[in-house]
């Protein structure tokens, strides 16, 4: 039994190649290779990702470097050809899919970002009370929101930004003007309204009348008998652009932005309309 095991082990043996110096050092010049090269590798996965692809090419050239002074030194014999192929053949392809997913993570985060951005902006368009100095707060947020945004994505984001800019400040300015004088309208017909039947006082009917025919019918008229659809507005002349500043000033300021306790004004006027009508019937019943 013993004889036939050693008989089965030198036929396995003799069916090996028979190693010589040459392929021994071969061996050895491929694992050195495959040992930077995994180093190499682990070495690229070490920084966070998304970073600009110039520090990306930057910083794997660096180590790209040094690793090839150090294969150079541990490479044995006269053909180290293969070992360096093999390195930066492996080194290329690693730095391929690094970009490659740089692109991916760079994408992702800027997405994100200009998600937030797009999505402050949209709320603008709810706003009761429409303001041009928050459209610029809220585009000087977008940009420093987008700052974080780096890596081969960033150029293309910032020209989105660029074109928001650039674009959507004079559709905003546009529509600005549209709602403003909306707004103005329904005030002077509330106002209208409440000092004829609810708190009745003929001097402020009538000075409501006036403003609502100052700002929004004169101008429409002149407009019509002029025939022209570019005539200025109230709001551009320069008591207009005064009463803007103030408007301007008490709607969006650094200390609050008036449109988010606009929504309490009716409960406030009902609630002193209430006030008023229970002290009148209070003097009213205390006189019987």
Not at 41 to 56: A, Q
Not at 118 to 146: D, F, K, M, V
Not at 247 to 265: G, R
Request: hydrophobic fraction near 45%; charge should be positive; charged fraction near 20%.
């Amino acid at each position: 039994q013993l004889a036939a095991r050693v008989q089965r082990l030198v036929r396995v043996l003799n069916a090996q190649p028979i190693p010589n110096a040459g392929s021994v050092i071969d061996a050895f010049n491929r694992d050195a290779a495959a040992r930077l090269l995994a180093r190499f590798k682990k070495h690229l996965g070490s920084r966070p990702l998304p970073m600009s692809s110039v520090e990306l090419e930057t910083f794997a050239a660096a180590y790209r470097s040094a690793s090839r002074a150090e294969l150079a030194a541990q490479l044995f014999g006269s053909e180290t050809e293969e070992g360096r192929t093999a390195f930066e053949r492996g080194a290329a392809d690693a730095l391929r899919a690094t970009s490659d997913a740089n692109f991916r993570a760079s994408h992702t985060l800027c997405s994100s970002l200009w998600g937030e951005c797009t999505r402050a902006i949209e709320r603008l368009q709810h706003a009761t009370l429409p303001s041009r100095r928050r459209y610029r707060a809220r585009i000087g947020e977008c940009n420093a929101t987008l700052r974080a945004c780096v890596g081969p994505a960033g150029s293309e984001y910032q020209a989105r930004l660029g074109s928001l800019i650039t674009g959507g400040a004079g559709a905003y300015g546009r529509e600005f003007y549209a709602r403003l004088s909306h707004l103005f309208t329904l005030a002077c017909a509330a106002a209208i309204l409440s000092f004829r039947y609810l708190v009745k006082s003929a001097l402020l009917e009538l000075l409501s009348w006036g403003a609502l025919l100052t700002v929004e019918v004169l101008p429409r008229a002149v407009a019509f008998s002029q025939l022209s659809t570019s005539a200025p507005t109230f709001w551009e002349s320069p008591a207009g652009v005064r009463l803007l500043e103030l408007y301007e000033t008490a709607v969006y300021n650094s200390v609050a932005d008036a449109d988010h306790w606009i929504s309490l004004v009716p409960l406030l006027l009902l609630g002193a309309l209430v006030a008023r009508r229970a002290c009148a019937w209070r003097r009213r019943w205390l006189r019987r």
